[in-house]
């Protein structure tokens, strides 16, 4: 196939892309809240051993998978084998569900740009929580948010890659960045900031259960975007002069510190307050703020920005998500790109809607116990994305030609790739499995075991039906 595909403006253009789509809500809101609620450090270190073991691996067989099919997640699995076709439908289905509510937390990010001006950090730490709580269990106000963000990347993605990803990732990544530092340094500097360090560098194992390996396994996939795809299409832009292992690396580093700074901002500020780490989704939106609270005038501008970049950071990663079922939708249903991106928001905007009403206003689910938000969130993160990387490790390792892979990750022998048989072993031999052990344990021990079958089901439902998918 010879259609020319648009190319990343520069190496510079795609490292930042591709970080601006692992960089996002998955640090910065998820990761302190599941480590507060995994009991600390200890969840910290299992899941920095998934990065590196299995994160980084995934990453570059992603990346492979991509840049040498030229196509996105679907038809780059589709060329090496039919059977695993459903490896790219599951992809489909994961931007979605995740879509299903990001864009609600993106939406509280928003909101909170403006809270930033009209007086939130003049109040008190419990007064500040209380505000959250009010707000996300509200009918119209978080809806309303939520449909500003869904717009917002809906525009972007309607521009095309070029335009709208690239320019928008080259600005506030860095500023973000900048930032976190500095509310580290003032989280740091509070009274009773140490006891947040030593929830997060002094490991307690008493804490570790199977759940915690499926959270802290889920959580890598979730921050570095991967397991659906969105790095094969990302791979599929990428030039043939870069090199696909290094710039894995450069983006992995990237996400694990952003992830790291984020909770090295909140946790010192959490103790110093007086809260317990377990405040769940509402971390981020309670306790950055009381920093900012005790910075005076300074603090409003701080936290204005600092919203402002984590809306920015959500919507690097969202348009990402959205891309990835835009994509399909073009390569494969040969689609026009505007309407495959309006069709697409309008699903993610209903999804998004179920959700957000089932922070306040609907109560659980039947026979599954949770709420919208959190079905979301289990499927994809729990189910989807961990069996999506199993899937994708095993097509990578079995079934494309070994010898393919060499080629591509050296640029045809002209960079070197020193652990090439390494990552291949890994690939092939440890990871399938890995994946496959911890999936089994953390449906043991799981409180949703009726939604993680509930994945499973669908998943298989998948599977043997692949030959009939597209
Ligand atoms: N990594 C993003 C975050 O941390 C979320 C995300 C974007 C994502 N694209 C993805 C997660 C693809 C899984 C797969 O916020």
């Known amino acids: 196939m010879e259609i020319k595909r648009e190319n990343w403006g520069s190496r510079l253009g795609f490292v930042l892309a591709a970080a601006g789509s692992a960089v996002g809500l998955g640090n910065i809101w998820r990761f302190p809240y599941l480590t507060g609620e995994n009991g600390g450090s200890a969840f910290i270190l299992i899941y920095l051993v998934f990065v590196i073991l299995i994160g980084i691996s ?31 439908a599951m992809g489909v289905i994961s931007a979605f569900l995740i879509m299903g509510f990001y864009p609600v937390v993106g939406g509280w990010a928003l909101a909170y740009i403006l809270e930033s001006v009209t007086g939130l950090y003049a109040l008190s730490p419990e007064a500040i929580g209380d505000t959250f ?19 917002l990347n809906i525009l972007i993605v309607a521009k095309g890659i070029k335009g709208g990803i690239e320019k928008a990732a080259k600005v506030l990544m860095p500023t973000l960045f900048i930032l976190l530092i500095f509310i580290s340094i003032r989280s740091l500097t509070l009274e009773g900031a140490g ?9 307690d194992f008493s804490l570790v259960t199977g759940q915690t390996f499926l ?18 299409t990302y791979g599929s832009y990428l030039s043939k002069k870069e090199t696909l292992p290094g ?116 109560g659980p689910l039947p026979v599954l116990n949770v709420g919208v938000f959190d079905l979301f969130d289990i499927l994809s993160d729990k189910v989807f994305l961990g069996l999506g990387g199993m899937f994708i490790a095993i ?76």
């Open 58 to 88: 995934v990453m570059i067989a992603e990346f492979s998978l991509g840049r040498s099919t030229g196509l996105a997640a679907v038809g780059a699995i589709k060329t090496y084998s039919h059977r695993f076709t459903f490896v790219g």
């Open 133 to 151: 709580g009010n707000f996300i269990t509200g009918a119209t106000q978080p809806l309303i948010w939520m449909l500003v963000f869904l717009a």
């Open 195 to 203: 006891e947040g360090l030593s929830f997060l560098f002094r490991p």
């Open 215 to 232: 959270a802290a396994l889920g959580q890598a996939f979730f921050s570095l975007s991967l397991g659906m795809g969105a790095m094969i």
């Open 247 to 362: 710039n894995a690396v450069i983006v992995t580093v990237l996400d694990v510190g952003v992830a790291l700074l984020a909770g090295i901002a909140m946790f010192p500020a959490l103790f110093a307050f007086g809260m317990t780490p377990d405040q769940g989704p509402g971390l981020v939106f309670v306790v950055i703020p009381g920093v900012f609270a005790e910075m005076g005038g300074l603090g409003v501008l701080f936290g204005t920005i600092f919203f402002i970049a984590l809306s920015v950071a959500a919507l690097t990663s969202s348009i990402s998500l959205m891309e990835v079922v835009v994509s399909y939708l073009i390569d494969q249903r040969d689609m026009q790109r505007k309407k495959a991106v309006y069709g697409t928001g309008v699903v993610m905007a209903i999804m998004s809607i179920l959700a957000s009403l089932s922070m306040g206003v609907f």
């Open 395 to 470: 097509v990578t390792g079995w079934v494309v030609n070994k010898e393919t892979l060499r080629k591509e990750l050296t640029n045809d022998g002209n960079k070197s790739f020193a652990l090439f048989e390494v990552w291949h072993f890994l690939i092939k031999w440890i990871i399938p499995p890995a994946i496959f052990i911890v999936a089994i344990f953390g449906i043991i021990d799981i409180e949703e075991t009726a939604v993680m079958l509930l994945g499973i089901a669908i998943v298989a439902l998948l599977a043997i039906f692949s030959k009939k998918l597209h």
